[in-house]
């Protein structure tokens, strides 16, 4: 019962949203050259599906693989500033400054310094943008351990690396699967950055923009709604890893 | 008699913004293997430091602290210590949290030992069928009782215990001193206590300790000359009661020179 509600009630949400769409396209009298309407979209998935599925592979392996790159160098981040304050003042408004930056200004920067890496190139996007939450949730997560664990820990001689194996580690992971949660989204929109503004860009990016081009609306929009469904796969997923490594935080219903 | 614990004229002054703030000034404890000392004093007297001294988490400025017939420079990893925030593991299991210590100490231990004397441990104090619970599950006393499992579970010559009893409500503070005196009947170590309240010190202690305020020197000792196996009742007997006055008029006074000093 809970489970099918759990399933049930995510989809007549998403159902009642196709439909107010449709709605307001059909009330509108709007062709699909000037908006889409999610009846379009069935024969856009049927006419172009393998290339749905072989741009869609693209964007997600690069997705992925930035978001692993930026997991280990925010957690490593992270951990640096949270053990250390020097290191937390000084890194604090560089890192700040960075996130403010809009990453599309850097694509062009990018492109030109590893010019036609561009698997490469999205990898490094995707990763540049979605380390900064990750990086921050970690260190304050080490800043505010309580004392008291450590005092508890060190008095039996403990090594700050076992303090951190055995206590800090597993009480950041909350934290720290928040922060993915909200880097996970960040990286999509970072591999399609690069994969919609870059020439000659592969994945879906590159299929919305010849959808673009070519004034394909229907194609498009079923590119959005694919990315849309990307990226709550990938969510998910992460949401699964969290109830396995830090199922512990969340407190019973009652 | 030889003390097995041994602080003598220990000075030590926190650096802060606007100079040093002395806490300890001319500290001087003494306490027996096996013993169990109960320090009092005024709020912010500089008792917390105390613990950390004893176990080694730091080193005063001057003055000198013997465990054992040794100078205490570092951690002496045969210390344990429960403080009144009961800090447990959320991730991990009662019996998990009570393992930990064991985990660090004796790393070569076998798993079914270290179960089994833990499991030892929360049968004393009354928690056997919890120890598969999370803390989250717990309530307040009985994470205190973890935790004093946990602090003594890799048998320790040291006992430190700061305020651990309380944020607890009277009758569960009076269950948690009969479950601390039947500990020390059955466990070897040598205690320190530090707390605020003048009951606890004359129920659980051998002898109390009374600080000045800050900076604390010792200001008072009190012999508790009453039996192992007290029970709450002799609290109010005359002879306790009379210890009890004694200490009240010796808080009064220091805080009559903390009031000196500001």
Known sequence: MENAQKIVVPLLAILAFLGLWEFIVWVNGWPNYVMASPSDLPAAYARFWNLFLVMGWQTLWRTVLGLLIAVLFGTMLGMVMGFSKLARDALYPLLVGFNAIPKATLVPVIALLFIGQHDFNTVLMAFLISFFPIAVSVGIGLSTLEPEYRDILRALGASRFTIFRKIALPKTLPEFFGALKVAVTLAFIGTNLVEIVSPHGRGLGALFKSGETNGDYPLMFAVLIALAFLGIVLYYAVVALEKIFAGWAERPAS | ?262
Not at chain 2, 132 to 146: C, Y
């Open chain 2, 1 to 262: 008699m030889t003390k097995f614990i041994d602080i003598s004229g220990v000075h030590h002054a926190y650096k802060t913004k606007h100079g040093p703030l002395p806490v300890l000034d001319g500290l001087d404890v003494g306490v027996p293997k096996g013993e169990f000392c109960a320090v009092v004093g005024p709020s912010g007297c500089g008792k917390s430091t105390l613990t950390r001294l004893i176990s080694g988490l730091m080193r005063p400025d001057s003055g000198v602290v013997i465990v054992d017939g040794q100078e205490v420079t570092s951690p002496r990893k045969t210390v344990g210590m429960a403080f009144q925030n009961p800090v447990m593991l959320e991730w991990r299991t009662i019996l998990q949290n009570v393992m930990l210590p064991l985990e660090i100490v004796a790393p070569g231990m076998k798993r079914d030992a270290a179960e089994a004397r833990a499991m030892h441990l929360l049968e004393m104090v009354g928690l056997k069928g919890f120890e598969n619970k999370k803390p989250s599950e717990l309530s307040g006393g009985m994470r205190q009782r973890a935790s004093l499992c946990r602090a003594i579970v890799h048998k320790p010559d040291v006992l430190i215990m700061d305020e651990p009893f309380g944020a607890l409500d009277n009758f569960t503070r009076e269950d948690l001193w009969q479950t601390m005196r039947d500990l020390r009947a059955a466990e070897p170590f040598t205690c320190v206590l530090i707390t605020h309240d003048l009951r606890e010190s004359v129920f659980l202690g051998d002898q109390v300790i009374v600080l000045s305020g800050r900076p604390a020197r010792t200001q008072f000792v009190l012999d508790v000359d009453l039996p192992a196996d007290r029970t709450i009742d002799i609290l109010y007997e005359p002879r306790a009661v009379d210890m009890l006055h004694i200490l009240r008029d010796q808080i009064r006074i220091a805080q009559g020179r903390d009031g000196e000093v500001h």
